[in-house]
């Protein structure tokens, strides 16, 4: 079938051929980009890993402000380090959203929080989340000091699980 200038639809083979190059050069930077993306979070992963021998390493998601899911994050947290032994696996727990409510300064499950952390857990908080509380509230939030603060939580636990880390959200 010919169009109005006599062309062949989809324009000549030479114009065919250069729209395929442009095509398959975006494809290969895109893939390039992500390539890199997934490279740097996977460093950046391995970079904060403060137990690089651990034969485990388990990144646990609280995205609730529940006390019933904080204390049973918190519970599986104990478990593994239990189970395991603290030199064997590396936990990440990971706040974001209304999960942040367990690593505030007035937190009911502080002393929990503060014993996991001498155990080795490590607990990361979401600034995106912490930054929209404080603007709609007008109020800083006191977070507990050894909550380790990450830009967003869901790129957190996107760079921790191309670090190795299996993510589960109990």
């Known amino acids: 079938m010919k169009s109005k200038d006599g062309r062949r639809n989809g324009g000549t083979r030479d114009e065919r051929a250069t729209a395929g190059a442009r095509a398959s050069r975006r494809g290969l930077i895109g893939a390039s980009l992500v390539a890199a993306l997934g490279a740097a979070g996977a460093a950046r992963a391995a970079e904060s890993d403060d137990k690089p021998f651990a034969q485990h390493r388990l990144a646990l998601q609280l995205s609730d402000r529940a006390a019933d899911k904080q204390e049973f994050v918190l ?31 007035s937190s009911p499950n502080r002393a929990m929080v503060d014993s ?11 600034m ?27 790129g957190d636990l996107l760079a921790l699980a191309e670090g190795g880390y299996t993510i589960v959200r109990p």
């Not at 996991?116 to 979401?126: E, K, N």
């Not at 930054?131 to 507990?144: H, I, Q, S, W, Y």
Request: charged letters at 25%; hydrophobic letters at 45%.
């Open 75 to 105: 519970s599986v947290a104990n478990k593994m380090l239990t189970e395991f032994g603290p030199d064997r696996i590396a936990i990440v727990v990971v706040a974001l959203g209304p999960g942040i409510d367990l690593l505030r300064t």
């Open 116 to 126: 996991l952390v001498s155990q080795g857990v490590r607990f990361d908080v979401c």
């Open 128 to 154: 995106f989340t912490v930054e929209t509380v404080e603007r709609e509230t007008k109020e800083p939030v006191a977070l507990n000091p050894h909550a380790r603060r990450v830009v967003a939580g869901v």
